[in-house]
């Protein structure tokens, strides 16, 4: 039967007739000009009534269709009975056309038989498929080689292999008026705080679009802050990392057709965090963290501190650097914001074309914009020695950072910075960072608090956050998901030697 959630948001509507003729013609009618539409005629052997089987061509698997159906029905004898003898894993029951066209688009095939009182949805799906390989945002030396596919169903299997427990709930929701998408929640029943639950569910219930493509423009509808520059969500692509955050309370939001799963509610240093954190030792794990922080604020602050030191505040360099910056600086005609920006603007321009480039040729732009270019403009006298060391060190910095929707909000935060430091120098940054921390204490994912555990102070939550104790002694739950048990595990350590 298909899904309770599911069908409570499809409206009943004309139902389908008990006439083979009338459903046939409704058929033409409905799906007109629909060339890779397969219509197959055929007599049930069990009962000797007429019947229709129809398909999309393309989204069905052939084979499945031929043996799990339609020899079942043309060749099997048996006692006539109310279910018919198809051998697919899931049979749904179709009262009206809105259920069956729904059906049909999923990549369901559709069975009509002469004076039934319903159709049949028959599981049959079958579209081209990438294999499962290593994800390439979110690789891990230590972790699972395993990525989220473009299929709902694979990816909740994939999760469900490291959490094969019956705690493990889902709600699906349809999302979108013409291309309708399954979206689904999953979530620890006793573990996930409810009202989260509840209000994710709400969110996602509220959305009304044409259609739901990927897992970012779900983002944009549900998070709390769309016109923050920092996610308010997490998106991954890894079943592992998904797994371990479900096991902290959270839920998460899996987008079908989409290779990438939500995760919410979550914190600022969330996505300071990787799954290698966990397989490796607490003190490596401890030292990259503070190297990811370390990253974020170079990526951030660096340039934008360039450009107040060699402009409003040259005096605090010592002599010696002061000498050597200006020397560096002789032939530039530019003021050091202008060769910052130059700078940067080239920067990510080479990034999007290495991005959208085939990869090998993507590979090259990077060498002949790394080195080439590089270098040729510090010959020109275009650009200082200096400033190619300070964008360089930056991008650096900003390839550290673990999660790329930080990353990417990290690259507009530096320009504003830059803009700030270039008119009022050391007060331009102070006002630019006490604005950031301000922001990220006040926005709220999914409602609670982004900046836990350090604003609002929880302390049982430093443990995993910029330092990472061992995990024997991480005994309760992230009290910011608010958890419904907060113990997560018992003593799981021998402390004391028992000879």
């Known amino acids: 039967m298909p899904d309770k959630k599911t069908e409570q948001n499809i409206p009943h509507s004309e139902p389908i007739s008990t006439d083979l003729q009338e459903n046939l013609a409704k058929i033409h009618q409905l799906f007109t000009e629909t060339p890779d539409m397969v219509t197959r005629h055929l007599t049930i052997k069990q009962s000797g009534k007429q019947a229709v089987l129809i398909y999309i061509d393309g989204l069905n698997d052939k084979a499945a269709i031929n043996d799990n159906v339609l020899r079942p029905l043309q060749q099997e004898l048996g006692e006539d009975s109310q279910e018919i003898a198809v051998t697919v894993g899931h049979v749904g029951h179709l009262s009206s056309w809105e259920q069956a066209e729904l059906a049909f688009f999923q990549g369901n095939s559709l069975l009509f038989i002469d004076g039934g009182e319903q159709a049949y949805s028959l599981d049959t799906k079958g579209w081209p498929q990438r294999n499962i390989e290593d994800p390439q945002l979110e690789s891990s030396l230590k972790g699972a080689h395993q990525g989220f596919l473009e299929s709902g169903d694979l990816n909740i299997a994939l999760i469900r292999r490291y959490l094969p427990n019956r705690g493990l709930k889902i709600k699906r929701i349809m999302v979108g008026e013409r291309g309708q998408t399954t979206v689904s929640i999953l979530y620890i029943e006793d573990i996930a705080n409810a009202k989260y639950m509840a209000e994710l569910e709400q969110r996602i219930r509220k959305i009304t679009v044409d259609a739901i493509i990927n897992t970012g423009e779900l983002c944009e509808f549900i998070e709390d ?92 360099i010592p002599l010696k650097l002061l000498l050597t910056l200006g020397e560096s600086r002789g032939q530039v005609p530019f003021p050091p914001f202008v060769e910052a920006i130059l700078m940067e603007i080239t920067l990510e321009l080479l990034r999007e074309a290495g991005i959208r480039l085939p990869a090998p040729v993507g590979q090259t732009v990077g060498i002949v914009g790394g080195i080439v270019i590089g270098q040729a403009v510090v010959q020109a006298g275009l650009i200082s020695n200096v400033m190619v060391i300070v964008v360089a060190f930056t991008a650096i910095s900003s390839f550290i950072l673990p999660n790329y929707d930080m990353v990417a909000a990290v690259r507009l935060i530096r320009f504003i910075l830059m803009i700030l430091a270039s008119m009022f120098g050391f007060v331009g940054l102070v006002i630019g960072f006490m604005t950031m921390i301000g922001h990220i204490i006040a926005l709220k994912s999914l409602g609670t608090s982004y900046g836990s555990p350090i604003a609002p102070v929880r302390l049982a939550d430093l443990k995993d956050t910029l330092i990472r104790v061992p995990l024997w002694l991480m005994d309760k739950r992230p009290l910011s998901t608010a958890p419904k048990q907060s113990k997560r595990q018992r003593q799981s350590r021998i402390q004391e030697d028992t000879e």
């Open 225 to 316: 802050n769309p016109f923050s520059l920092f996610p308010q969500l997490i998106t991954t692509e890894r079943p592992d990392t998904t797994a371990s955050q479900l096991l902290q309370g959270r839920c998460a939001v899996v987008v079908d057709r989409s290779p990438n799963v939500l995760i919410a509610p979550v914190t600022f240093m969330s996505f300071f965090q990787n799954i290698d954190d966990y397989s490796s030792r607490w003190t490596i794990a401890t030292f990259l963290r503070l190297l990811r922080m370390f990253a974020f604020i170079t990526a951030a602050f660096l340039p934008a501190i360039y450009i107040s030191v060699v402009s409003y505040h040259f005096e605090i």
